[in-house]
């Protein structure tokens, strides 16, 4: 079966490695964005010059139109979708919960959690035997971010609900759901944090005492959109050096 796969937030980090990784199995690859045109296009550019197919579209994951039309513009141009990598994501600046403001709250569920379950549920409704999903969830939903963001936590842990409920849904469909669960990645979303020295101040936490690369997380995240983990459905695999 011809593989194609849509990685949201596929212009930089975790999302632009897998793109470039599902690419080298063969994936026809569509590098979803929603601001950074120039940076999806040297994705696309990337994964051409290595032989491989993309293209890039643009869609805001929270919006339901948006989502709705980066399917549909997958389909026309390259074929039936078979995976999705619901990998669009934000942090916010590292706050205790008490001082936490609305609009951070209302803004990271809403890319979060409805943007990931808005092309979870698009891909339901398009994807048939064979078809798999990988959402990218965090070590924060099972660790709380006490002191950081209680509320990113609590909204990766929606997402881990999601590939639980989700792979019992569809398992009888023949689509699998499952999630990987990055610890700390060496990517520009520690930008959002507020703290420049992010990346430095929490090597102590790791218990292998490096941050990971999105080429680590794009592995895991390859394995188990292939037939290779044909048996495994419902599953949050944890990329995170031991945290
Ligand atoms: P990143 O470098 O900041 O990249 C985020 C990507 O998401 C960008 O391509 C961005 O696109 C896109 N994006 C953001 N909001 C979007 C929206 N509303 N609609 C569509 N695309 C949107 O982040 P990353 O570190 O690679 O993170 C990728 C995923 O891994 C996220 O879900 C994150 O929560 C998760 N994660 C990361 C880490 C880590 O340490 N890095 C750890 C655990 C989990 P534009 O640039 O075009 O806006």
Not at 37 to 49: I, W
Request: charged share 20%.
């Amino acid at each position: 079966m011809e593989q194609i796969t849509i990685v949201t937030g596929g212009s930089r980090g975790i999302g632009a490695a897998t793109c470039r990784r599902l690419a080298r199995d063969g994936h026809r690859v569509v590098v979803g964005y929603r601001s950074d045109e120039p940076a999806a296009q040297s994705v696309v550019d990337a994964v051409t010059a290595a032989g491989g197919t993309a293209i890039a579209v643009r869609a805001d994951t929270a919006d339901e139109q948006d989502v709705a039309a980066l399917f549909a513009t997958a389909a026309e141009r390259l074929g039936p979708v078979t995976g999705l990598v619901n990998n669009a994501g934000v942090a916010s600046e590292l706050t205790r919960l008490a001082d936490l403001k609305t609009e951070d709250l209302r803004r990271v569920m809403d890319i979060n959690v409805i943007g990931a379950f808005l092309c979870a549920r698009e891909a339901a409704r398009v994807m048939t035997a064979g078809g798999a999903i990988v959402n990218v969830s965090s070590t924060a939903a099972t660790l709380g971010s006490p002191g950081n963001y209680i509320h990113y936590a609590a909204s990766k842990a929606a997402v881990d609900a999601l590939t639980l409920g989700l792979a019992k849904e569809l398992a009888a469909d023949g689509i699998r759901v499952n999630g990987v669960a990055p610890g700390f990645v060496d990517t520009e979303i520690h930008q959002q944090s507020g703290d420049p020295d992010r990346a430095t101040n929490v090597l102590s936490r790791i218990p292998v005492g490096r941050l990971g690369t999105p080429a680590e997380i794009a592995e895991a995240i390859a394995w188990l959109l292939s037939p290779a983990s044909s048996y495994t459905t419902g599953a949050t695999l944890r990329v995170a050096g031991g945290l």
